[in-house]
């Protein structure tokens, strides 16, 4: 049993079935023996997963020219920031190093108030704790985590909190019996956080995941583990040991921003954001190197993130519009 094992199994046994989203929680982000928190790095080749932001530098000048041109639109205003939201290993940190670049992750680093530029994130949002639920008998129900004294288990509760309950209502197409679902409050909470701090400027966000049509196609819900690179349906199997997602809600993301003065401007695939990206010099910036060698290895990691990534991850940039938002009574 993994150390974050022990401490929810210790839980459960104390309190009963916990809800997923506080398994999650312990999972990942506990201070010790959470995935995200624990001596070894779960990213790169020995790691886990690989993501975007590691494709360097590729990634990062096509990143930082899309933003140029937001700045620029935006008539280059001093003090220009660009805050990350899950900014882990500042992979980022070279490419945007030409303004004010603010990363934040789970122990260091915060918004600022009140400044003009970019909220910035890849795969941040997926990697947040979800309430997990399952629709029966006409009702949204928690779907729970016992442990049976060797393993952890799902087990159907009573009814979702209100919370969660108009999320899934707001956020998904009508719902079905013995479908299963995920509610990313935090993400709500994320959005609002960083529309009141953005007094002028756009948030861009790169994750995986699906709109309210779209998310027809997840009737198992979309929470996955990944260990070594391999992706595992039993999220419950050694916490603190492999990573758990869960794909976003574009829609929620959208919508909850649209109610906090953040209005969409595009929403598209990542292989559409970086084309655009590279299309005025011809993806000079991004592969120039008079290096052969160097220049081949760039080229792979153009193709990488084109075709291996591309049409996989989706780009949602929203702009804010007018001042922030009142206190929410958006959920
Ligand atoms: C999948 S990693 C992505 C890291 C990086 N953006 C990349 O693409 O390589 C998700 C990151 O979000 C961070 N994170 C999760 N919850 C957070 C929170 N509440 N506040 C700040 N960072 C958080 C994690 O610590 C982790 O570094």
């Known amino acids: ?41 779960p990213f790169g080749k020995a790691g886990d997963f690989f993501t975007a932001e590691q494709i360097q530098p590729v990634f990062g000048v096509l990143m930082a020219a899309r933003i140029r041109r937001l700045y620029r639109e935006m008539g280059e205003p001093s003090g220009f920031t660009v805050v990350e939201l ?11 190093a030409e303004w004010n670049y603010v990363p934040v992750d789970i122990d260091s680093g915060e918004l600022p108030p009140a400044f003009a530029g970019v909220v910035f994130s890849n795969e941040f949002f997926d990697a947040l704790p979800v309430d997990a639920a399952i629709y029966q008998g006409g009702g949204f129900r928690e779907r729970r985590v016992a442990f049976d004294g060797a393993r952890f288990r799902w087990e159907t509760g009573g009814p979702v909190p209100p919370g969660v309950d108009a999320f899934l209502r707001r956020y998904f197409l009508p719902p079905e019996e013995e ?38 196609r997840f009737p198992s819900g979309t929470l996955m583990g990944y260990r070594r690179h391999t992706a595992l349906d039993d999220v419950l199997e050694d916490p603190g040991a492999r990573d758990i ?44 190197s008079a290096d052969p060698q160097e220049n081949l290895r760039r080229r792979m990691q153009l193709k990488t993130l084109l075709f291996g990534m591309g049409e996989t991850f989706r780009v949602l940039l929203q702009r804010r519009t007018g001042p922030p938002g009142r206190p929410s009574t958006h959920l």
């Open 86 to 96: 899950g900014a882990g290993r500042r992979e980022m940190a070279e490419a945007f």
């Open 245 to 288: 997602t869960a794909h976003v809600n574009f829609t929620a993301l959208e919508e909850a921003g649209a109610a906090h003065g953040l209005r969409k401007e595009s929403f598209e695939t990542l292989a559409q954001t970086l084309l655009a990206a590279g299309e005025p010099d011809q993806f000079a910036a991004a592969l120039g």
């Open 179 to 216: 479908r299963l679902y995920e509610a990313g409050l935090e993400s709500l909470a994320w959005i609002e956080r960083a529309a009141r701090s953005l007094r002028e400027g756009y948030m861009l966000t790169i994750d995986y995941g699906y709109t309210r049509a779209e998310s027809l």
């Open 1 to 41: 049993m993994t150390p974050a094992g022990e401490l929810l199994a210790e839980e459960i046994r104390r309190g009963g079935p916990v809800p997923f989203r506080r398994f999650m929680q312990v999972a990942l982000y506990h201070p010790e023996h959470g995935y995200y928190r624990r001596r070894r790095d």
